[in-house]
């Protein structure tokens, strides 16, 4: 049965909301009692927020049971935003207000005219309303057209000539974000890219804790807890940031990139559509940690721009590609399961170039280059990982020795291990280092083709755009700018 909440101001003052240490309680000892519950039940802060626990997390507990305004500081895609939307979780499931309020007043301290005279008017009979949580959360990205009358208000002329009152009344207030976030939370996403003289704007808020409205002496005392995201390229004197509003920022709180593969990779699972529905998908492991590396890779290449930064979007979309070209396969091929490949990172090479912004050196050879040479010394790495030391020269020298194979993006997964058992020992080390099971085609597929590509980035042999691998081109072969692979891993 749904629960019965008080409807007027006499029932919710005869019930525990009236208690004396919940009636006026502010938001951020609501978020503080809340979070310190929540840290004694011993289970996770905040659901599907990955890699922070020792790291983000004890600073954000810090700030909050501080009752500190706070910002993220970090490059995109750091589940800066993901982290914000979380905090309403620790509010209250609901929260009473007097009914037809704008700004959440609250029934036993109101701060707008109109909440105030509607219990002087009607007294313990005034209409109580309930809002939920998830009202209480509001989000504004910044942008250089964000004005103060957007964010605090303004004046209404209409609403003063309807109700016949003066424009200096209270009444004819056309309320912005900031006061309909009362009683809740507040979070201003690309803080610095908000124009100075709105900027100027916060200070009361986060000083004195209100706000005026056009030069009129009406001061609404706000309860809200104001937290920002920026990146810290502009987050500095030098940047966009007016050092009066930084200084009154409580808390300052850095975050990351995942500092593992295998975390990224738990990340990437957890956000990448991967179950599609009908033909059933399955991802070999070693295909989804060439994925995740493509990203740490990308964030350690001096052609990247790491003041933009990699973000953990580029691995959840390019596994998503990954899967659509696997799936495309298995519809043209009629097969019962959808099984990625090593190489179909190339056919999703739009969701690496789309998600790195390059430095002049790299704008010279171009995002594509670039892109498949990430994938080279991806699968490179990964090799690495799980073979180290293998010996891959009877593979070598087949190349070397005039052999070359062709391996077609759309060909049945028997079909193209068929054409791999014909290098000798590459599908022997495949099952020998445990990249895959004897018994399973797909991911023996995609072992040959992580051996292959990690013989490619040590440029012991060469692979072209179709798909064809042969012989490396010795060093004094190469022309100066024309590799695919400079700057690789060598020999």
């Not at 808020?205 to 502009?234: H, S, W």
């Not at 933009?308 to 298995?330: D, H, K, Y």
């Not at 498949?372 to 790495?381: N, V």
């Not at 051996?451 to 798909?467: F, K, N, P, Q, Y």
Request: hydrophobic share 40%; net charge negative.
């Amino acid at each position: 049965m749904p629960v019965a909440y008080p409807e007027t101001l006499g029932a919710l003052r005869a019930s525990s909301w009236g208690a004396p240490e919940r009636a006026t309680r502010s938001v951020k000892d609501e978020l503080r009692q809340n979070l310190l519950l929540r840290l004694g039940d011993g289970g996770p802060l905040f659901p599907g927020v990955l890699g922070y626990d020792d790291t983000v997390m004890p600073q954000l507990v810090n700030a909050l049971l501080a009752r500190h305004n706070f910002i993220l500081l970090g490059l995109r895609g750091q589940a800066k935003s993901r982290i914000l939307r979380a905090l309403g979780t620790l509010l209250d499931p609901v929260m009473p207000v007097v009914a037809g309020s704008e700004v959440n007043d609250n029934p036993f301290a109101p701060i707008s005219k109109f909440a105030r005279q509607l219990l002087d008017e009607g007294g313990d009979d005034t209409p109580i309303a309930w809002v939920e949580r998830s009202q209480r959360y509001v989000e504004k990205l910044a942008t250089p057209d964000v004005t103060i009358a957007d964010l605090i208000g303004d004046l209404d002329p209409i609403k003063a000539a309807r109700g016949g009152h003066l424009l200096s009344d209270e009444l004819t207030i056309h309320y912005g974000m900031l006061p309909r976030a009362n009683r809740g939370i507040f979070a201003l996403n690309e803080l610095p890219d908000l124009a100075g003289k709105v900027q100027v704007g916060l200070f009361n808020i986060m000083q004195e804790g209100d706000v005026q409205i056009k030069g009129y002496p009406i001061r609404l005392a706000l309860d809200v807890l104001l937290c920002f995201t920026a990146n810290p390229e502009d987050y500095t004197a030098r940047g966009k940031i007016i050092t009066p509003l930084k200084d009154r920022v409580g808390s300052e709180i850095l975050t990351h990139y995942p500092e593992t593969v295998q975390l990224g990779m738990a990340i990437t699972s957890q956000e990448a559509w991967t179950d599609r529905g009908g033909r059933p998908v399955r991802v070999p492991a070693i295909v989804a940690e060439v994925v995740e590396r493509v990203a740490f890779e990308a964030r350690d290449d001096k052609r990247v721009d790491r003041r933009s930064g990699v973000s953990q979007r580029l691995p959840i979309t390019l596994l998503e590609n990954v899967v659509s070209n696997a799936e495309r396969r298995a519809a043209l091929l009629d097969e019962a399961e959808a099984t990625p490949r090593v190489s179909d990172l190339y056919a999703a090479l739009p969701s690496i170039t789309g998600k790195i912004e390059l430095e002049y050196e790299g704008e010279l050879v171009g995002s594509a280059v670039i892109a498949h040479e990430l994938i080279c010394r991806a699968a490179d790495a990964t090799f690495r990982e799980h073979a180290e030391g293998a010996d891959t020269s009877p593979i070598v020298a087949y190349f070397d020795n005039g052999g070359a194979l062709q391996v077609p993006d759309d060909v049945r997964a028997t079909a193209v291990r068929d054409a791999f058992a014909t290098v000798p020992g590459l599908l022997d080390l495949v099952h020998d280092t445990g990249l895959a099971s004897r018994k399973d085609v797909g991911a023996a597929v995609a072992g040959c083709q992580l051996v292959l590509e990690s013989l490619v980035a040590r440029r012991r042999i060469t692979r072209s755009e179709g798909g064809a691998y042969g012989q490396a081109v010795p060093e004094k072969r190469r022309r100066p700018g024309h590799d695919p692979y400079e700057g690789g891993l060598g020999n």
